[in-house]
């Protein structure tokens, strides 16, 4: 039976693939009791982002500007000093942080954060040393051209690929929702930098006249969640949409991702937005919802803790707020389940995978916690 159902999901798959319209979401009703969820630190300011570092501590950036050091007893530090000002207002502040693959040797953290400047405001983003109690020698490596008047939409995810480049995934600012498809700006954009933010020699848009060199990828409507895949080391992103249309992609150098002219979702008005949901020259989504589950945070789970949960996909979910599993099959979405209770019906804003192999969540709250996943039994 089992061998029938995956045969007859993946000839709609490809049938839908054919027609031009991506495979959407079941809508899987959540199930509780098969994850337990066990408060590891609270009190946290709508934190925004997570990270291990080698001695097991998490590095927890909160939105309102603070960094802090969490150890294994859910201890919160004071807030790190040396910070760069941050433009804390609407979905703007601090926002993502990663440490650099050879963290062991440079102790370089790179963070991304909103930045007040002429014109407005926008993404920039800023690698400096981790010390204990404040970051040394900040550097501002990479901004988002123009800064615009809006407080929505910045984004964005930070992930290294096996090269060492880092992927900075941007939103499209929400007002300026157009300028996704204009090659000669940064909004809307996926982009890719060298560690210094120099740009690679080897992106799609190098030396091509009035395009972004550091553009990977653009029509993109905001991109709050962003994970390698451990065997192909290809970049995945699930991106928010509008009402519907949240979208998996596979994100291709050079390819557009149609938003705002062909989109599965409709303005928060319920007007139409754009030509439809395909047209010729833009890429579909591997897979979407609709109604939206507000994506933000992503991995690919290698663990032991959830052995049959190896190679998924993970996704925290702002609204209606849940932890998302999704099988993956040749690239294709397989199935998806999502998981509640307790603590973990909450703004899921990010998830990392901890050292033990457990899942680590953080939610997005003014009394923001650190979760620990793992099975009920």
Same mark, same amino acid.
């Given at each position: 039976?089992?061998?029938?159902?995956?045969?007859?999901?993946?000839?709609?798959?490809?049938?839908?693939?054919?027609?031009?319209?991506?495979?959407?979401?079941?809508?899987?009703?959540?199930?509780?009791?098969?994850?337990?969820?066990?408060?590891?630190?609270?009190?946290?300011?709508?934190?925004?982002?997570?990270?291990?570092?080698?001695?097991?501590?998490?590095?927890?950036?909160?939105?309102?500007?603070?960094?802090?050091?969490?150890?294994?007893?859910?201890?919160?530090?004071?807030?790190?000093?040396?910070?760069?000002?941050?433009?804390?207002?609407?979905?703007?502040?601090?926002?993502?942080?990663?440490?650099?693959?050879?963290?062991?040797?440079?102790?370089?953290?790179?963070?991304?954060?909103?930045?007040?400047?002429?014109?407005?405001?926008?993404?920039?983003?800023?690698?400096?040393?981790?010390?204990?109690?404040?970051?040394?020698?900040?550097?501002?490596?990479?901004?988002?051209?123009?800064?615009?008047?809006?407080?929505?939409?910045?984004?964005?995810?930070?992930?290294?690929?096996?090269?060492?480049?880092?992927?900075?995934?941007?939103?499209?600012?929400?007002?300026?929702?157009?300028?996704?498809?204009?090659?000669?700006?940064?909004?809307?954009?996926?982009?890719?930098?060298?560690?210094?933010?120099?740009?690679?020699?080897?992106?799609?848009?190098?030396?091509?006249?009035?395009?972004?060199?550091?553009?990977?990828?653009?029509?993109?409507?905001?991109?709050?969640?962003?994970?390698?895949?451990?065997?192909?080391?290809?970049?995945?992103?699930?991106?928010? @949409? &509008?009402?519907?249309?949240?979208?998996?992609?596979?994100? /291709?150098? %050079?390819?557009?991702?149609?938003?705002? !002219? $062909? =989109?599965?979702?409709?303005?928060?008005?319920?007007?139409?937005?754009?030509?439809?949901?395909?047209?010729?020259?833009?890429?579909?989504?591997?897979?979407?919802?609709?109604?939206?589950?507000?994506?933000?945070?992503?991995?690919?789970?290698?663990?032991?803790?959830?052995?049959?949960?190896?190679?998924?996909?993970?996704?925290?979910?702002?609204?209606?707020?849940?932890?998302?599993?999704?099988?993956?099959?040749?690239?294709?979405?397989?199935?998806?389940?999502?998981?509640? @209770? &307790?603590?973990?019906?909450?703004?899921?804003?990010?998830? /990392?995978? %901890?050292?033990?192999?457990?899942?680590? !969540? $953080? =939610?997005?709250?003014?009394?923001?916690?650190?979760?620990?996943?793992?099975?009920?039994?």
């Amino acid at each position: 039976m089992k061998t029938k159902v995956f045969f007859l999901l993946f000839s709609l798959v490809a049938v839908s693939y054919a027609f031009g319209q991506a495979p959407s979401s079941p809508q899987p009703k959540p199930v509780e009791g098969t994850v337990r969820a066990t408060v590891v630190a609270k009190g946290l300011e709508h934190p925004w982002a997570l990270e291990f570092l080698p001695d097991g501590r998490m590095l927890v950036s909160e939105r309102p500007g603070r960094l802090r050091l969490v150890d294994g007893k859910g201890r919160v530090s004071e807030p790190l000093g040396g910070l760069p000002k941050v433009f804390a207002q609407g979905q703007g502040g601090l926002l993502d942080i990663t440490r650099s693959p050879t963290f062991a040797q440079d102790r370089l953290i790179y963070f991304s954060f909103a930045e007040e400047g002429e014109g407005g405001a926008g993404t920039a983003v800023a690698r400096a040393i981790l010390n204990e109690r404040a970051l040394e020698k900040v550097q501002v490596i990479w901004r988002q051209t123009p800064k615009v008047k809006s407080n929505n939409h910045f984004g964005s995810r930070l992930v290294f690929g096996r090269d060492g480049n880092l992927f900075v995934t941007m939103g499209d600012r929400f007002a300026y929702r157009d300028q996704a498809q204009n090659l000669a700006v940064t909004l809307g954009k996926i982009i890719r930098i060298q560690p210094d933010g120099s740009i690679p020699k080897d992106n799609p848009f190098v030396g091509r006249e009035g395009a972004r060199p550091e553009i990977w990828s653009y029509g993109h409507r905001n991109v709050q969640a962003a994970a390698l895949h451990p065997e192909s080391g290809q970049l995945w992103t699930v991106e928010h @949409g &509008a009402r519907g249309g949240d979208e998996l992609n596979q994100p /291709q150098p %050079g390819k557009n991702y149609g938003w705002p !002219v $062909i =989109t599965y979702g409709v303005d928060y008005s319920g007007a139409k937005i754009g030509e439809g949901t395909s047209k010729a020259g833009m890429e579909q989504p591997v897979y979407y919802w609709d109604p939206v589950i507000a994506p933000s945070g992503a991995l690919f789970y290698t663990g032991n803790v959830f052995p049959q949960w190896k190679g998924n996909l993970l996704i925290g979910s702002l609204q209606p707020g849940h932890l998302v599993r999704l099988e993956m099959t040749a690239g294709r979405v397989s199935s998806e389940s999502r998981y509640a @209770g &307790a603590d973990l019906s909450a703004r899921i804003r990010d998830l /990392q995978q %901890g050292p033990d192999g457990a899942i680590y !969540v $953080i =939610t997005d709250d003014n009394n923001g916690k650190i979760l620990r996943i793992e099975p009920a039994k």
